[in-house]
Nanobody
């Protein structure tokens, strides 16, 4: 069973930075497309960024140039470096994994990011 455990969320002031981490277990990490989604109160869960098993990245337009997704296959971990944060980035951030050859998806429990002064 795949387990995804996020960490690194918290309260940050506008203009600040945070780095989220997601540690995966129960899967061959290097075979997974990894991603981050977020869900603000009363809104749907939206894509933030993805990184394929071979390292190609994709970002939502709202975070391009501010967020960077990366992965360390030796640590079974995917990261989301967030900078120039603004209140609109406030949401629960969820880690996502899908084997590149399958439709099988897994989700983390989420970590809260709050951007406020």
């Amino acid at each position: 069973q795949v387990q995804l455990v996020e960490s690194g969320g918290g309260l940050v002031q506008p203009g600040g930075s945070l780095r989220l981490s997601c540690a995966a277990s129960g899967t061959i990490f290097r075979d997974n497309i990894m991603g981050w989604y977020r869900q603000a109160p009363g809104k749907q869960r939206d894509l933030v960024a993805t990184i394929t098993h071979y390292g190609a990245t994709n970002y939502a337009d709202s975070v391009k140039g501010r967020f960077t997704i990366s992965r360390d296959n030796t640590k079974n971990t995917v990261y989301l470096q967030m900078s120039s944060l603004n209140p609109e980035d406030t949401a629960v951030y969820y880690c996502y994994a899908r084997l590149f050859y399958s439709d099988s998806e897994s989700w983390g429990q989420g970590t809260q990011v709050t951007v406020s002064s």
